[in-house]
Structure formats: C-alpha cells, structure tokens
C-alpha cells in the first residue's frame, strides 16, 4: 500500500473539510480581540508557541462543532428534502451492507464527490455560523460598515451557491448509491452461480 496516497486521498480531504470551515468561524473573533482593549495581539507576540497551540486548538474545536452541525443539516435538512425520503434510507442502508468482491472504480468516484459534498456542507454551516461575529465586528467598529456590508452580501450569495451545490451532490451521491448496490448485487450473484458451478 502506498502510504503518500492514503494520506492524500483520505487524510487531506478530512483536513480541508475540518480546518477551513473551523478558521473561517473563528476568524471573526479572533480579530475581535486582537486589539484594543484585549490587546490578544500582544499577548500572542509575547507567547508564540502558546498561541500556536490554542490558534490550532481553537481552528480544530471550531471545525468539529461545525462538522457536528453539517450531520445535524444532512440528516434532518439535506435527506428529507428528498421528494422520496424512505426511499433515501432504503438505498443507504443497502449500501452500507456491502462487502466488496472488487472494489470498482464507481466505488472511488463516490469517495470524491462525498468528499466534495461534505466540504460544501461544512462550509455553508460555517459560513451562516461566521456572520454574526462579521456583525459583531462592525458592531465594535473593527470592521467600516461598508465592509460588513459587502462581507455579508458576498456571504448570502456564497451560501447560495454552497447550497445548490450541496443539494445537487446529495442527489448525485443517492445515484451513485443505487449504481453500486446493483453492482455488489451483480458480484455476489455471479460469485453464487460460480461456486454452484464448481
């Protein structure tokens, strides 16, 4: 096994859809006490290897309690939105009961839109979450109010496309699904007649 690709193909991936979202969160309250009256700035300067340590800490906390809302949105937003909820259920229960003869190549290509869709996922959540503190910002008058302004609206469109995106994959993930259920039952239907065969 090659070790390099594992990391990249599984361990990246997870790393993007935890970090990004986590530091996108906390960002705006970080900055919040970067300066004055909290002075985090000085303190941050005078204590680097503590600071790194509870920056890395606050960015990978963040991202779990993101990650924990994104679950949250999949399973009561995203699969009930489905005009066939049960049916969502069904094929994912299916799925989840295979033992793969071989692996097909449908099976990786799944990995990578899953991949793409919890990131998405992850984002939109994080992108809703960080609003209030870029108000907050504004609030306290680190931010111009025209930089809230534009910071939002970008915002508001952002989160729209995030979530066409996310819808569109959780559909193509329900297809891809099915596909390989079919698959998984063509193999143990084939491995059957083969081994009354001989």
Same mark, same amino acid.
């Given at each position: 096994?090659?070790?390099?690709?594992?990391?990249?193909?599984?361990?990246?991936?997870?790393?993007?859809?935890?970090?990004?979202?986590?530091?996108?969160?906390?960002?705006?309250?970080?900055?919040?006490?970067?300066?004055?009256?909290?002075?985090?700035?000085?303190?941050?300067?005078?204590?680097?290897?503590?600071?790194?340590?509870?920056?890395?800490?606050?960015?990978?906390?963040?991202?779990?309690?993101?990650?924990?809302?994104?679950?949250?949105?999949?399973?009561?937003?995203?699969?009930?939105?489905?005009?066939?909820?049960?049916?969502?259920?069904?094929?994912?229960?299916? %799925? @989840?009961?295979? +033992?793969?003869?071989?692996?097909?190549?449908?099976?990786?290509? *799944? $990995?990578?839109? &899953?991949?793409?869709?919890?990131?998405?996922?992850?984002?939109?959540?994080?992108?809703?979450?960080?609003?209030?503190?870029?108000?907050?910002?504004?609030?306290?008058?680190?931010?111009?109010?025209?930089?809230?302004?534009?910071?939002?609206?970008?915002?508001?469109?952002?989160?729209? %496309? @995030?979530?066409? +995106?996310?819808?569109?994959?959780?559909?193509?993930?329900?297809? *891809? $699904?099915?596909? &390989?259920?079919?698959?998984?039952?063509?193999?143990?239907?084939?491995?059957?007649?083969?081994?009354?065969?001989?």
């Amino acid at each position: 096994m090659d070790v390099t690709t594992a990391v990249r193909s599984d361990v990246l991936p997870a790393v993007g859809s935890l970090l990004l979202p986590g530091a996108l969160v906390a960002a705006p309250w970080v900055a919040l006490a970067w300066g004055e009256p909290h002075n985090l700035r000085s303190f941050a300067a005078a204590n680097e290897t503590f600071s790194t340590a509870a920056a890395a800490s606050l960015t990978i906390g963040a991202g779990l309690i993101i990650e924990s809302l994104g679950t949250f949105v999949e399973s009561h937003i995203v699969d009930k939105w489905h005009k066939n909820h049960e049916d969502v259920q069904n094929r994912w229960t299916e %799925y @989840l009961k295979i +033992a793969w003869v071989t692996e097909p190549i449908g099976q990786r290509y *799944l $990995r990578s839109v &899953l991949t793409m869709f919890k990131f998405e996922l992850n984002m939109l959540v994080a992108v809703v979450c960080s609003i209030p503190g870029v108000l907050t910002l504004g609030h306290y008058k680190v931010l111009p109010h025209h930089a809230v302004f534009w910071i939002v609206t970008l915002s508001i469109v952002g989160m729209g %496309y @995030l979530a066409y +995106a996310v819808f569109e994959d959780a559909e193509l993930l329900h297809r *891809l $699904r099915g596909d &390989l259920v079919a698959v998984a039952n063509e193999q143990k239907e084939f491995a059957a007649n083969k081994s009354v065969a001989h």
